[in-house]
Structures are given as structure tokens and as C-alpha cells.
């Protein structure tokens, strides 16, 4: 095995733990949906798009985001929770452009149908707009070098996973994932930070997700 | 009482090491809890379970009741009823009742606590003591479609709180202050949800002679119009006629419910024929209740209304198939087919127990599903952890907290 690097700033794992604020905001139909999308805080928007993330993380990676499951399930509208699902949020490095791309997306589909406009949701199936509260808390875990680094990914709380790869992203606006941030800018190595960074995370459970990270990591240790 | 760390081989020791991380960040704070009865209902319950776990972190947790005599006791079940939508005639002289105990509350309870913490509508009142130190109201109703006159009369005094908190989003209310979605949870060290040695569960289906030679359906529930007994029959009976089962209906006795006796007499007489269904009376108890749940191949839970419907995560969380009406907070349990079969109807019902008996491997993984999410979702821990957090949110009004 090769000398492993250390690195100057150590990476500082913290945690993210939520309260889910309710907003008293609650759609029957599309339209109401896609005007209230419009106007909610982010916090609405990130807490609709990521927390089948946390509160699912055992699953298969479906379904992703709950407008999507909305209009399909409760408003019977299939072809519209195609479109949401298949929303690339890799590609948004904002909750403002990731609201931007819901809306229009929905507001392109009742253009194409306008009869979905007549469809509502029945009594006690109302979409209820909720926000998303994030407490951010620092580990007792600082890690100075890979070797470090797998063995507190492996136990670390999948609360902690989450904030590094999808809060630091979208919500704090960061340039890339904490942990190929580090890895890149304070070990130099570029390869495995962006082997990393490539991931879509959306498509994994978050233990599958700490899994890959810690068999790439392995894999890098040992070469 | 469990402690603390008893419950780290259940959900890990991170999951405690972040309640510590929480409680740190309330050190010197005082949270005093008021509610109206040291025993008996959910809340006690929960508040039994919960303070002592927060004393143990380090959180200066106190707990008062406030004092109410047989009227004003009986003017709050009407309020509770109202609040549930429930047609409920309601004088001026109920509303002189409820104030004057009220006030007598209000001068003789010291509402010392950093934050106090109010549990339902009884002692919302209390909220007139209200000084420098944070205020919240804990909702534990169902006030979906809340009786107008009282959730006006009550609005006065919520609108005084720092934040409110309901138990699902459907509860909720615009509101001119800030309000958090907490679910309730279960104890998986408590009676009704340890593990328990085969040799109980054998011996509870022995005392009430249950046999094990065909599949059980189980519906654990107070016998009530709400929890619907008489659909929950007509599904068993519409499945049996394709695959030979049995059915358990087990609840508390309802004493001081004359609706429930009759409602009870309704479902013995339905049942009188078929040695399959067995009808058990059971008085609170736990252990005798966790082991039906276990011994069950189904659990249905086919209510008409439900607050939240524990019930249904104390059987996800024994990992069992569990089909259940679509109302109140069953469907935050259960996620449609991932972890668990919701039904609308009675046709409904017995379609998904069909499905469940004929695909045992299928029921299984839902079971499986479904025990995983109330260990992620639905736990003791996870509640105070919530509270923790709530209590942080008095001091920081913004939506992302850093506590770096």
C-alpha cells in the first residue's frame, strides 16, 4: 500500500437534522399546484423535491419527488409525473432554477391539456405545502487523510451523507459535493473528486450511495 | 423505563450520538410540560416515556398538570369532539366553565420554564401567563375539519404562541405564527412493542383459544363506529371464501362508552356463527396485544377516521403486512405497495388481504418495507430528536440553522 496523503485542512463531517415547517398551503388541482410552486419559499420547493431522500432512504430510488407522485396518483395524471419525475436535478445548482424548470414544466403540459386543468383532488388528498428546516451541527469527526475519511463514511449518520452530497449542492449553492470538494482542493486528488462528483445521487438509496463512495475510496486507497 | 442507550442496538449509535449533539445546544434551558392528567391517554403516555429520555441527555425537563374539576373535564371532551368534526352542542355557560377553571390554572400554576410547552386544548389558557420566555401548543387532535365556533374560541389563544405543532399536514391551519409538522412515535422497548419470546405469543393464543392452523387477520382497535368492525367482518368474510383464514377483532373494553357497547353487541352478533372470528376484550394489555400482533399473518386497520393510527406503525414495526384505510396519518405509515396496502373500501380491503395471502413473498418485502420506515420515521428517538429541534427553532426564526 502507498503512503497515504495528508492533508493540510482536515474535512470536518457535519450533520443536517430537519423540522418539517407546515405552511397551512394546500392545492386540489394543477393550476392551484403550479401557481402555489410559484410563490412558496425555496424551503417549500427544496423539503418536495428531497424528502423522499431521507424518509425513504431504504427503498428503490422512486419516486423521486412528490409533485411527481401527486399528479400521478392522486390527480391520475401519468404523463405529467413522467415529466416531473424525469426532472434532472443534477443539472440545477439552484432551488430558484429547480422551481423554475417544475413550474414550466407543468405549465407546458396544460398547454398540451388543457382538460387536466378540470381534474381535483378528492377530500383529504389535498397537496400540503411544507418547509423544510435545516439544523446544521458539527461531528465530533475530523479526518485528516483517506484512510480517515472511509472509516467514519461507514458509520457516519446517513444524515450526515445527505447534507455533504445534496444540501451543500442545491441548497448552501456549493460548486460540487463537500466531499469531492475536499478531496480535490486539499488532497489534490482530481480523478477520484470527480469520479465522486459524477454520481447522479438522485438515482441511488443514500446507504447504496455510502456504499459506492466507500468501495471507490477502497479502491483508491489500495492503489 | 428503558435507558438511553438500550435503544442503540435498534437504531444505532449515531442516531443517539446526534440527540446528544441536540441536547448540548439546550443546556441551561428549562422546558416545562403542561398537560391535564399524569395518567391514562396518549399523551401521558408519550410524556411518560419522553421526559425521563430527556432528562437522561441533559435537557432540565419538567412536567405539571394542571387541575380541573368533572365539568370543566367534561366541557374539554365536548371541545375534543368539536374539534373532530363531530356535531356537539355547545352553550355559553360550557365557555364561562372552561374560563373560570382557566383562571383558577392560571393563578395557581407557575409557568417557570424557558419554554413551556402546552399539550392540547385544555390548559391552552395558560398562554395569558405569558412573559419573556417561548410558548408552545402541541395539537394532538385531528382539527381537519375543526367544529368553527371552537377553533375560533381557541384561536384567541393560539394566536398568543411562539409556534404551533400538529401531527400531520392535513391538521394544519393558516396561521398568523409558526407551525411544525410532528408525527407522533412508538417505544420499541415498551410492552406493546419488544420482542417477545414465542413462548408468550403461544401462550397468549392458548388463553384465548386461537389456533395457529390457518392464517390470522388481525384488527387491534376499540370497538367504535369510527374503526368500522362491522367492514372489517365483511372483508375477512369475502376473502375466506377463497382462502380459509381466521380473524382476531381485539379492543379495550368501552365502559364508559355506551355507543362502544352497542357497537360491541353489533359485532358479537355478526360474528356468533363463525368459530373463525374471535371477538377479545382486552384491558390494556400491552403484552397480550404485542403478542396477537405477532402471531398475525395481516393486520387490517379499516377506519373511517383516525388521528393518526399508531396501531398501524406498532404492526409495521413487528415487520407485518398491513392493510389500512387511506384516512388521518395512515398514509405518512404506509407508502401505497412499498410498505404496506391502502384501501378506501371494503372491497377494497379484501382485495389487498387476498393479495397479501396469495403472495406471501410479496407481503413479506412490504412487511420488511414497512419495518424499516417506522424505524427511520416513527421511533421514540425520532420524536425527540424533533423536540429538541423544535425547541431550537424558538431561537432561530430563520430555514437554515447553522450550530457550527
Given at each position: 500500500?502507498k503512503?497515504?496523503?495528508?492533508?493540510?485542512?482536515?474535512?470536518?463531517?457535519?450533520?443536517?437534522?430537519h423540522?418539517?415547517?407546515?405552511t397551512g398551503?394546500?392545492?386540489?388541482?394543477?393550476?392551484?399546484?403550479?401557481?402555489?410552486?410559484k410563490?412558496?419559499?425555496?424551503?417549500?420547493?427544496?423539503?418536495?423535491?428531497?424528502?423522499?431522500?431521507?424518509?425513504?432512504q431504504?427503498?428503490?430510488?422512486?419516486?423521486?419527488?412528490?409533485?411527481?407522485?401527486?399528479?400521478?396518483?392522486?390527480?391520475?395524471?401519468?404523463?405529467l409525473?413522467?415529466?416531473?419525475?424525469?426532472?434532472?436535478?443534477?443539472q440545477?445548482?439552484?432551488?430558484?432554477?429547480?422551481?423554475?424548470?417544475?413550474?414550466?414544466?407543468?405549465?407546458?403540459?396544460?398547454?398540451?391539456?388543457?382538460?387536466?386543468?378540470?381534474?381535483?383532488?378528492?377530500?383529504?388528498?389535498?397537496?400540503?405545502?411544507?418547509?423544510?428546516?435545516?439544523?446544521?451541527?458539527?461531528?465530533?469527526?475530523?479526518?485528516?487523510?483517506?484512510?480517515?475519511?472511509?472509516?467514519?463514511?461507514?458509520?457516519?449518520?446517513?444524515d450526515?451523507?445527505?447534507?455533504?452530497?445534496?444540501?451543500?449542492?442545491?441548497?448552501?449553492?456549493?460548486?460540487?459535493?463537500?466531499?469531492?470538494?475536499?478531496?480535490?482542493?486539499?488532497?489534490?486528488?482530481?480523478?477520484?473528486?470527480?469520479?465522486?462528483?459524477?454520481?447522479?445521487?438522485?438515482?441511488?438509496?443514500?446507504e447504496?450511495?455510502?456504499?459506492?463512495?466507500?468501495?471507490?475510496?477502497?479502491?483508491?486507497?489500495?492503489? | 423505563?428503558?435507558?438511553?442507550?438500550?435503544?442503540?442496538?435498534?437504531?444505532?449509535?449515531?442516531?443517539?450520538?446526534?440527540?446528544s449533539?441536540?441536547?448540548?445546544?439546550?443546556?441551561?434551558?428549562?422546558?416545562?410540560?403542561?398537560?391535564?392528567t399524569?395518567?391514562?391517554?396518549?399523551?401521558?403516555?408519550?410524556?411518560?416515556?419522553?421526559?425521563?429520555?430527556?432528562?437522561?441527555?441533559?435537557?432540565?425537563?419538567?412536567?405539571d398538570?394542571?387541575?380541573?374539576?368533572?365539568?370543566?373535564?367534561?366541557?374539554?371532551?365536548?371541545?375534543?369532539?368539536?374539534?373532530?368534526?363531530?356535531?356537539?352542542?355547545?352553550?355559553?355557560?360550557?365557555?364561562?366553565?372552561?374560563?373560570?377553571?382557566?383562571?383558577?390554572?392560571?393563578?395557581g400554576?407557575?409557568?417557570?420554564?424557558?419554554?413551556?410547552?402546552?399539550?392540547?386544548?385544555?390548559?391552552?389558557?395558560?398562554?395569558?401567563?405569558?412573559?419573556?420566555?417561548?410558548?408552545?401548543?402541541?395539537?394532538?387532535?385531528?382539527?381537519?375539519?375543526?367544529?368553527?365556533?371552537?377553533?375560533?374560541?381557541?384561536?384567541?389563544?393560539?394566536?398568543?404562541y411562539?409556534?404551533?405543532?400538529?401531527?400531520?399536514?392535513?391538521?394544519?391551519q393558516?396561521?398568523?405564527?409558526?407551525?411544525?409538522?410532528?408525527?407522533p412515535?412508538?417505544?420499541?422497548?415498551?410492552?406493546?412493542?419488544?420482542?417477545?419470546?414465542?413462548?408468550?405469543?403461544?401462550?397468549?393464543?392458548?388463553?384465548?383459544?386461537?389456533?395457529?392452523?390457518?392464517?390470522?387477520?388481525?384488527?387491534?382497535s376499540?370497538?367504535?363506529?369510527?374503526?368500522?368492525?362491522?367492514?372489517?367482518i365483511?372483508?375477512?368474510?369475502?376473502?375466506?371464501?377463497?382462502?380459509?383464514?381466521?380473524?382476531?377483532?381485539?379492543?379495550?373494553?368501552?365502559?364508559?362508552?355506551?355507543?362502544?357497547?352497542?357497537?360491541?353487541?353489533?359485532?358479537?352478533?355478526?360474528?356468533?356463527?363463525?368459530?373463525?372470528?374471535?371477538?377479545?376484550?382486552?384491558?390494556?394489555?400491552?403484552?397480550?396485544?404485542?403478542?396477537?400482533?405477532?402471531?398475525?399473518?395481516?393486520?387490517?386497520?379499516?377506519?373511517?377516521?383516525?388521528?393518526?393510527?399508531?396501531?398501524?406503525?406498532?404492526?409495521?414495526?413487528?415487520?407485518?403486512?398491513?392493510?389500512?384505510?387511506?384516512?388521518?396519518g395512515?398514509?405518512?405509515?404506509?407508502?401505497?405497495?412499498?410498505?404496506?396496502?391502502?384501501?378506501?373500501?371494503?372491497?377494497?380491503?379484501?382485495?389487498?388481504?387476498?393479495?397479501?395471502?396469495?403472495?406471501?413473498?410479496y407481503?413479506?418485502?412490504?412487511?420488511?418495507?414497512?419495518?424499516?420506515?417506522?424505524?427511520?420515521?416513527?421511533?421514540?428517538?425520532?420524536?425527540?430528536?424533533?423536540?429538541?429541534?423544535?425547541?431550537?427553532?424558538?431561537?432561530?426564526?430563520?430555514?437554515?440553522?447553522?450550530?457550527?
Open positions: 500500500m503512503n497515504i496523503a495528508k492533508a493540510q485542512e482536515p474535512f470536518k463531517f457535519c450533520t443536517r437534522l423540522l418539517s415547517e407546515l398551503l394546500r392545492a386540489t388541482t394543477l393550476g392551484q399546484l403550479l401557481d402555489l410552486i410563490e412558496v419559499p425555496g424551503s417549500c420547493i427544496y423539503h418536495h423535491t428531497h424528502r423522499f431522500l431521507q424518509q425513504h431504504y427503498l428503490s430510488p422512486e419516486p423521486p419527488n412528490d409533485f411527481a407522485y401527486w399528479v400521478a396518483d392522486i390527480l391520475g395524471e401519468d404523463e409525473g413522467e415529466r416531473l419525475v424525469s426532472i434532472d436535478t443534477m440545477y445548482s439552484t432551488i430558484r432554477d429547480l422551481r423554475v424548470k417544475i413550474a414550466s414544466t407543468i405549465e407546458d403540459y396544460l398547454n398540451d391539456n388543457p382538460l387536466a386543468k378540470m381534474r381535483f383532488a378528492r377530500s383529504g388528498e389535498e397537496f400540503h405545502f411544507i418547509k423544510s428546516v435545516s439544523f446544521i451541527l458539527p461531528t465530533a469527526y475530523v479526518v485528516y487523510d483517506l484512510k480517515e475519511f472511509v472509516e467514519v463514511l461507514k458509520k457516519i449518520t446517513i450526515s451523507i445527505y447534507f455533504h452530497i445534496f444540501e451543500a449542492r442545491l441548497r448552501l449553492e456549493k460548486p460540487t459535493n463537500d466531499f469531492s470538494f475536499w478531496i480535490e482542493h486539499s488532497l489534490g486528488d482530481k480523478e477520484l473528486a470527480y469520479e465522486i462528483s459524477r454520481f447522479d445521487p438522485y438515482t441511488s438509496t443514500l447504496d450511495l455510502r456504499k459506492k463512495i466507500v468501495q471507490i475510496i477502497a479502491r483508491r486507497i489500495v492503489q | 423505563m428503558a435507558k438511553i442507550e438500550e435503544y442503540i442496538p435498534l437504531v444505532g449509535q449515531s442516531v443517539i450520538d446526534d440527540l449533539l441536540l441536547s448540548e445546544r439546550l443546556k441551561g434551558k428549562v422546558i416545562q410540560h403542561i398537560n391535564s399524569p395518567v391514562g391517554g396518549g399523551v401521558a403516555e408519550i410524556l411518560n416515556r419522553m421526559v425521563p429520555l430527556l432528562r437522561e441527555l441533559g435537557v432540565d425537563t419538567k412536567w398538570v394542571i387541575k380541573g374539576g368533572e365539568q370543566f373535564f367534561a366541557v374539554t371532551k365536548k371541545f375534543h369532539n368539536a374539534l373532530h368534526g363531530r356535531a356537539e352542542e355547545i352553550t355559553s355557560r360550557d365557555f364561562e366553565v372552561f374560563m373560570e377553571t382557566s383562571q383558577q390554572n392560571v393563578e400554576i407557575d409557568t417557570y420554564g424557558d419554554v413551556v410547552f402546552i399539550h392540547d386544548p385544555q390548559p391552552i389558557a395558560l398562554v395569558k401567563k405569558k412573559s419573556a420566555n417561548k410558548w408552545l401548543w402541541r395539537c394532538h387532535i385531528d382539527v381537519s375539519n375543526p367544529n368553527d365556533k371552537i377553533w375560533g374560541f381557541l384561536m384567541d389563544f393560539i394566536v398568543q411562539d409556534s404551533a405543532v400538529f401531527s400531520a399536514p392535513a391538521f394544519s393558516k396561521l398568523p405564527i409558526r407551525q411544525f409538522l410532528i408525527s412515535s412508538i417505544d420499541p422497548l415498551s410492552d406493546k412493542n419488544k420482542e417477545l419470546p414465542q413462548e408468550t405469543i403461544a401462550s397468549v393464543l392458548r388463553k384465548y383459544d386461537i389456533k395457529k392452523d390457518k392464517p390470522i387477520i388481525t384488527q387491534i376499540r370497538f367504535d363506529r369510527l374503526k368500522d368492525p362491522l367492514g372489517v365483511e372483508a375477512y368474510l369475502r376473502v375466506k371464501k377463497y382462502t380459509d383464514c381466521q380473524l382476531i377483532l381485539a379492543g379495550g373494553t368501552a365502559e364508559d362508552d355506551p355507543e362502544g357497547s352497542k357497537v360491541l353487541e353489533e359485532v358479537q352478533e355478526r360474528a356468533k356463527n363463525d368459530p373463525d372470528i374471535h371477538i377479545l376484550l382486552l384491558s390494556q394489555n400491552d403484552i397480550e396485544i404485542n403478542a396477537l400482533q405477532r402471531a398475525s399473518d395481516i393486520i387490517i386497520q379499516k377506519s373511517i377516521r383516525e388521528g393518526f393510527g399508531l396501531t398501524v406503525a406498532e404492526a409495521l414495526w413487528k415487520a407485518k403486512p398491513v392493510v389500512a384505510s387511506n384516512v388521518g395512515i398514509p405518512l405509515q404506509i407508502k401505497h405497495k412499498y410498505s404496506g396496502l391502502l384501501c378506501h373500501s371494503v372491497g377494497g380491503a379484501s382485495f389487498a388481504m387476498k393479495q397479501l395471502l396469495n403472495s406471501p413473498e407481503a413479506k418485502k412490504l412487511g420488511e418495507n414497512g419495518r424499516e420506515h417506522i424505524k427511520n420515521n416513527f421511533l421514540i428517538t425520532r420524536h425527540l430528536r424533533d423536540y429538541m429541534l423544535l425547541f431550537l427553532s424558538l431561537y432561530h426564526p430563520e430555514d437554515i440553522v447553522r450550530l457550527c
